[in-house]
């Protein structure tokens, strides 16, 4: 790379990497992963996530890097220019149709933070012993049906995550070199941990067997295509602010094949220690949120040293929210520089810390903040990404998108590539969305 790097350029293709799986690992691997895989026929599910992980990502996310990357900047101008060469008028229409995939950013960086307050005091709770001697269930229900219960924590994810944005795509490189690996090493030890446990080995069998009967359930392709696209982050907004923030010269397919690739690893660690744990307990793998604060617990109570298990887990968890929640707020906030020059970075961080912390304190009760993270994963989320889609592969220019996703690329994508892109991977968003909407599933 050359030595006259932007400012809020990445310097290392490494450092890019680790900070796109940041923003792509989170709830969505940690519990969301092993739910939908251990309610939707285990291996027949994995099999089909490996299938649209690999067709989202050669197309989808490296279309989402390169798009931020030409534009040079993130939502809102990325979209207006995609939207500029079909004219004035509409050129307008992208510059309105940006705000909604922007939007999904912040709605969904709202709930996660709500959330990442829970592992945040389960760390504590962790830390000071507390909560290894109670009973989880009525450790839960004390702060999660209580209204203003995690405030304090709250306080410290939300200042902690913007304090971390200050420096820009730099800052943010730097941090997700520390916390990635960090989370990589902190799972595998707990994934070992889980390996001794009897009844493991069915857990194992489960994750990595099927039936092929399985696989003709159209609601396994279903859920499968769901989690792969939201695991990976494409929502027509995050990946394309990092994209944004890329040196010319590197291959956006390569990286998006990288982060794909480190992802899906998040996702089977996050299974390695949650399914086979569950199938030795007998619990249920698709509790959800009280996967992480009832099911986890009571199992770290019963085995030797599961304090320290218990530390580490909820670090791990809490270096993740915190990554992807960079993504959401970096999104917001350079789109709003990039739309309002005259503002000061320092000022937007401040009004995006008020306004999640505003809105986020009343979503700390679970039975607010589950409502309110099937809205956005309904409606706004689903919709954003499909006109994210159809953005780039059906209004862009083709010559634009392929000259940009060849620049840099030891093997330039050719027409196939582009074909997958408008005639399969536009499709499956639009299906996705269709079912979301039609049927109300939040994935």
Known sequence: MSTNRKKGQFTSSWGFVLSAVGSAVGMANVWGFPAKMGSNGGGAFLAAYLIFVALFSTVGLSAEYAVGRRARTGTLGAYRMAWRSRGA?????????????????????????????????????????????????????????????????????????????????????????????????????????????????????????????????????????????????ITGSGMIVYGAYLDREMDVAALARQTALFDTIAALVAALVIIPACFAYGLDVGAGPSLLFVTLPRILQDIPFG???????????VFAG???????????????????????????????????????????????????????????????ATLGAVSWFWVMPQEDLMDEVSRGARRAPGELWYSLGRYVYVPCAMMLCAVALLLKVAF
């Not at 304090?307 to 968890?317: D, K, N, Q, T």
């Not at 707020?329 to 401040?350: I, T, Y």
Request: charged residues 10%; contains cysteine.
């Open 89 to 233: 008028g509409a050129e307008t229409a992208g510059r309105v149709v940006g705000w909604l995939p922007l939007a999904g950013s912040m709605c969904i960086a709202i709930g996660y933070a709500a959330i990442i307050s829970y592992v945040l005091k389960a760390l504590a709770g962790a830390l000071d012993g507390s909560l290894m001697t109670a009973d989880p269930s009525a450790w839960f229900d004390a702060f999660s049906l209580a209204d203003y219960s995690v405030v304090p924590f709250h306080i410290i994810v939300v200042v902690g995550t913007l304090l971390t944005l200050l420096f820009g795509a730099r800052s943010i490189e730097k941090s997700n070199q520390v916390m990635m690996p960090v989370f990589f090493i902190i799972f595998l030890i707990l994934a070992v941990r889980v390996a001794f446990l009897p009844g493991a080995a069915a857990g194992y069998r489960y994750m990595f067997s099927f039936r092929w009967g399985e696989l003709l359930d159209p609601m396994v392709w279903i859920w499968a295509m769901g989690q792969a696209f939201f695991s990976l982050s």
């Open 322 to 384: 915190v990554s992807s929640l960079q993504n959401m707020f970096e999104a917001v906030g350079e789109s709003l520089l990039h739309r309002f020059p005259r503002l000061a970075r320092g000022g937007v961080l401040v009004l995006l810390c008020v306004i999640c912390l505003g809105v986020g304190v009343h979503m700390e009760p679970i039975f607010r903040w589950g409502p309110w993270m099937d809205i956005v994963s309904i409606y706004i989320i689903p919709i954003g």
């Open 307 to 317: 304090r320290i298990f218990a530390v580490i887990l909820y670090l791990a968890m």
